[in-house]
């Protein structure tokens, strides 16, 4: 008899009810440390039980087997059917094997109910990860939208750069500003300004007339390269400030970081 002859064959499922003769049980013990798909079956079947019981509550193999064999005591004795112990065997493994259909049917079941539990949460994972991948394309195509409007704006000729160069504060800082005279719209590229604490805003500065008016306060870094600063008119130099939250109405001048002169 080959393996899939043997497992098919019943007498795992009675070896697992416990209706197996001392012999019978050894030799299946033998086979299973000798096959380990005999063994794997075999906690298979165990594993099938155990989930029918977590189920109904009660051990299967004792439930079922003591209402069989009580049917089988109760009932009358047939002249014709034979009751030597080999015969008693082979009913029992035939009652093994119809119990073990039930189990397989159950077990079947379970693993529909559990796999149908399973479903529903990878899609319910799916769904968050679709909706996160939504977010974010979302969000390149913004950060695509900026870069198309930043490369616009550093391709504009009515926008005059201007260079912020760094100040004895942070002389390694560096900014520019693209200004457009016409429009008087006025956009800041940050450069390498040194980050800033929680409570404090950079702060850009336009000289009009020789006195310093705000075009804005900002944060770093920003959402893209250029940022939209306050339109205005006549700049004769921009420079950026350290203030308070929210702004000031005059620049700190020891704040200064960084400052360039308008071409004239």
């Known amino acids: 008899m080959n393996i ?67 049917q089988v005591v109760e009932k009358e004795p047939d002249p014709l059917v034979d009751f030597t112990p080999e015969s008693v065997n082979q009913r029992t493994l035939t009652i093994a094997v119809a119990i073990m259909g039930l189990f397989l049917s159950g077990g079947i079941l379970l693993y529909s109910l559990a796999h149908a539990q399973r479903t529903k949460k990878e899609m319910a994972t799916t769904a968050i990860v679709i909706d996160s991948l939504a977010q974010q394309g979302d969000s390149l195509h913004n950060l695509l939208d900026n870069v198309r409007q930043d490369r616009q704006i550093l391709l504009d000729p009515n926008y005059e750069k201007v260079q912020l160069d760094g100040l004895p504060i942070a002389p390694n800082a560096l900014a520019n500003v693209y200004w457009n005279r016409s429009t008087t719209a006025v956009y800041l590229d940050t450069g390498r300004l040194p980050d800033s604490d ?23 870094p920003g959402e893209s390269i250029l940022r939209k600063m306050d339109d205005v008119q006549d700049a004769q130099a921009f420079t950026i400030t350290l203030e308070s939250f929210g702004g000031v109405v005059s620049p700190t001048l020891d704040q200064m970081y960084v400052s360039g002169n308008v071409s004239s």
């Open 198 to 220: 929680g409570d404090k805003q950079y702060q850009l500065w336009a000289i009009v007339s020789g006195q310093p008016v705000s075009v804005g306060v900002f944060d770093l």
């Open 4 to 70: 899939e002859e043997y497992i098919a064959s019943g007498i795992l499922e009675a070896y697992v009810l416990g209706d197996l003769s001392d012999g019978a049980k050894a030799e299946v013990e033998e086979m299973i440390q000798l096959h380990p798909e005999i063994k794997l079956e075999v906690q298979r079947i165990e594993n099938t039980m155990e989930q029918v019981a977590i189920t109904s509550g009660e051990d299967p193999g004792i439930s079922f087997r003591e209402d069989l064999l009580q």
